[in-house]
C-alpha cells in the first residue's frame, strides 16, 4: 500500500475537520454529482425502484442511510492517515461487496470524480490544487484496495 506525504495528511485533515462533522449533506452532493456522471448507477439501488426524479432517492430514508455508510468509510480513511493499511481488511470486503452488487471498477473511477466535486463545493477558494491531488491520492490507495478485493471476489465467481 502507498503511503501519503505529511503534506497530503495536513492537507487532508484540515478539509476534514469542517466536513466531517456534518456527513450526510456533504455525502448527498457526492451522490448527486455521482448520478449525474452516471445515472445508471442508481438502478444498483434495489430498496427503492420508484426514483423519479432522482431527488426522491437521494432523500429515502434508505440511500441516506448508504450514503452515512459511505461518508464513514471516508471518515475512517482520514481517521487512519498515518496508518492506511490497517484498513487493507475492510477495504478488501468493502470491494468484494461492491463486485457483488454489480458495482464495476470503472464506477470507482466516477466516485473519486464525485468525491473531489463534493470537496470543490463545501470548501469553496479552500480547495486548492494541492488539497485536490492529497485527496487524489488517498482515494487512489483507497481503490486499489478495495479493487483488489473486487477483483478476489470476481475470482471466487468463476471456480
Known amino acids: 500500500m502507498e503511503k501519503l506525504t505529511e ?3 495536513e492537507l487532508i485533515r484540515g478539509s476534514w475537520e469542517s466536513l466531517g462533522k456534518n456527513k450526510v449533506p456533504h455525502g448527498v452532493v457526492m451522490f448527486s454529482r455521482l448520478f449525474e456522471l452516471e445515472p ?6 434495489h430498496y427503492n425502484t420508484n426514483c423519479s426524479p ?4 437521494l432523500s429515502s430514508p434508505e440511500f441516506l442511510d ?6 464513514l468509510v471516508i471518515d475512517a480513511a482520514v481517521s487512519h492517515l498515518d496508518d492506511l ?4 481488511d475492510f477495504l478488501l470486503n468493502l470491494g468484494k461487496k461492491h463486485q457483488a452488487v454489480g458495482v464495476n471498477t470503472q464506477s ?3 466516485v473519486g470524480e464525485s468525491l473531489l466535486y463534493m470537496l470543490q463545493c463545501s470548501l469553496g477558494h479552500g480547495y486548492t490544487g494541492p488539497l485536490r491531488q492529497a485527496w487524489l491520492n488517498m482515494y487512489t490507495i483507497v481503490v ?3 479493487s483488489r478485493g ?6 471466487h465467481k468463476t471456480d
Open 150 to 155: 473486487w477483483a478476489k471476489n470476481g475470482e
Open 144 to 146: 486499489a484496495a478495495m
Open 85 to 88: 493499511h490497517t484498513l487493507e
Open 108 to 110: 470507482f473511477t466516477v
Open 7 to 9: 503534506k497530503d495528511k
Open 66 to 71: 448508504h450514503v452515512t455508510k459511505v461518508m
Open 54 to 57: 432522482t431527488q426522491d432517492c
Open 40 to 45: 445508471a448507477l442508481l438502478n444498483l439501488f
